[in-house]
């Protein structure tokens, strides 16, 4: 079983909707998460980070934290164009950050 | 400019060949990385050093060794390419204990392709 498990898309969502990211995660005692963003041919880029069981958001972006159920999300309201990226879900254990194979998003116009 | 700079951003080789791949940063981290992320994405730890200490040693063929000559310099150097190390390799730093790896910095990457 991989550490971390992401839908590899493609999600193609219209300009202006929602888009729903899912990731689980296998490590119980994990305690830290994250989104990063990588846009093609380019580095990943931190966009969200959750720690505690709930919803936090920034902007455009909601990150949502299960931990019972070994869960993590991300929204992207009002997508724009600009999103369409690989969204990358990590998770911190052991002193490393696993990641997982990314979501490929695309906003059309 | 403050960043994590690796060079070169493109490399071309042939199997058997041996290569290195520079990685520096100007942030003033202690702990500096070197991920794969391979043709589908996934992006994979390789090594992990804090402060020149090698702290994670992921499951890697001894033909990948990494060196740290300081906190802000960590280098990949590869013996006997082989085409499965076709992909993209990343140097990232963080600011903080890498036991809770609250953000990774990354260099633009490293496209290797062994011919």
């Known amino acids: 079983q991989k550490e971390v498990e992401q839908n590899s898309g493609p999600l193609s969502v219209p300009e202006g909707a929602i888009a729903s990211l899912n990731c689980t995660y296998s490590?119980?005692?994990?305690?830290?998460f994250f989104w990063y963003r990588q846009y093609s041919g380019k580095s990943p880029e931190l966009i969200m980070s959750?720690?505690?069981?709930g919803d936090k958001e920034d902007g455009r972006f909601t990150a949502q934290l299960n931990k019972a159920s070994q869960y993590v999300s991300l929204l992207i309201r009002d997508s724009q164009p600009s999103d369409s990226a690989t969204y990358l879900c990590?998770?911190?254990?052991?002193?490393?950050?696993?990641f997982g194979a990314g979501t490929t998003v695309t906003v059309r116009a | 400019d403050t960043a994590v700079s690796q060079t070169p951003k493109y490399l071309v080789t042939q199997m058997g060949n041996d290569k290195s791949i520079k990685c520096e940063q100007n942030?003033?981290?202690?702990?500096m990385y070197w991920y794969k992320q391979d043709s589908k994405k996934f992006l994979k730890i390789m090594f992990s050093?804090?402060?020149?200490?090698?702290?994670i040693n992921e499951t890697v063929p001894n033909r990948f060794s990494p060196k740290s000559p300081d906190k802000a310099h960590l280098n990949l150097h590869i013996n006997s390419l082989e085409l499965g190390d076709s992909a993209v390799y990343f140097c990232?730093?963080?600011?903080?204990?890498?036991?809770?790896?609250?953000?990774?910095?990354f260099g633009s990457g490293t496209q290797l392709s062994v011919l």
């Open positions: 990232a730093s963080s600011p903080r204990d890498p036991a809770t790896n609250e953000k990774l910095f």
């Open positions: 490590d119980r005692v994990s305690q830290s």
């Open positions: 959750i720690y505690s069981n």
């Open positions: 990590a998770v911190n254990n052991d002193y490393k950050l696993s």
């Open positions: 942030l003033g981290h202690d702990t």
């Open positions: 050093y804090n402060n020149k200490e090698l702290i």
